[in-house]
T-cell receptor
Framework: NAGVMQNPRHLVRRRGQEARLRCSPMKGHSHVYWYRQLPEEGLKFMVYLQKENIIDESGMPKERFSAEFPKEGPSILRIQQVVRGDSAAYFC????????????FGPGTRLTVT | QQQVKQSPQSLIVQKGGIPIINCAYENTAFDYFPWYQQFPGKGPALLIAIRPDVSEKKEGRFTISFNKSAKQFSLHIMDSQPGDSATYFCAATRQRSSGDKLTFGTGTRLAVRP
């Protein structure tokens, strides 16, 4: 049973470009969470999605950031017009129905904005 | 009220020692407390978790102690090995079948010397 998959693993963008991060949850998991980890800091919650629904986006910056989890395909975290402060590791976690508090993390996407 | 405070920030022990990492929370609605282990360049891995109806849980060399009245919990690593050198994060959430975000501590960087 494959774990949570994220791609790309590393992403370099120039200021003003768009970044798209993808997350495929573990098989059988229908809950997806996105977290951001700044250098030398802990993980901060960004958004929680179920298929075709955003459940909690209280940690998402109000501008430039969006997320989706379509009926088919991976979850996407999209950052428009990136700035240097967006440089961080972005982790996706998934959890199963009924055990939604057990979250399993992917390897992360390390975004560098130059 | 959503914070989880973790200490120490870093810890060095000799092989065979018992490092102890402490966490404290404020939100009494939290009822599930996992610990994650993260190696450099990797995603956090779920290590062990506890619910507040028990005071201690042991899995292999890892033990969680929980003090509900003090709203504190701690991780002990018995017979620590150099391979345990990693960053450890405590977290807290609510057990809901519909899912909920994790609130993380700031992490403890552990080094186990041979």
């Amino acid at each position: 049973n494959a774990g949570v998959m994220q791609n790309p693993r590393h992403l370099v963008r120039r200021r003003g470009q768009e970044a798209r991060l993808r997350c495929s949850p573990m098989k059988g998991h229908s809950h997806v969470y996105w977290y951001r980890q700044l250098p030398e800091e802990g993980l901060k919650f960004m958004v929680y999605l179920q298929k075709e629904n955003i459940i909690d986006e209280s940690g998402m910056p109000k501008e430039r950031f969006s997320a989706e989890f379509p009926k088919e395909g991976p979850s996407i975290l999209r950052i428009q017009q990136v700035v240097r402060g967006d440089s961080a590791a972005y982790f996706c976690a998934s959890s199963p129905v009924g055990g939604a508090y057990e979250q399993y993390f992917g390897p992360g996407t390390r975004l560098t904005v130059t | 009220q959503q914070q989880v405070k973790q200490s120490p920030q870093s810890l060095i022990v000799q092989k065979g020692g018992i490092p102890i990492i402490n966490c404290a929370y404020e939100n009494t609605a939290f009822d599930y407390f996992p610990w994650y282990q993260q190696f450099p360049g990797k995603g956090p891995a779920l290590l062990i978790a506890i619910r507040p109806d028990v005071s201690e849980k042991k899995e292999g060399r890892f033990t969680i102690s929980f003090n509900k009245s003090a709203k504190q919990f701690s991780l002990h690593i018995m017979d620590s090995q150099p391979g345990d050198s990693a960053t450890y994060f405590c977290a807290a959430t609510r057990q809901r079948s519909s899912g909920d975000k994790l609130t993380f501590g700031t992490g403890t960087r552990l080094a186990v010397r041979p």
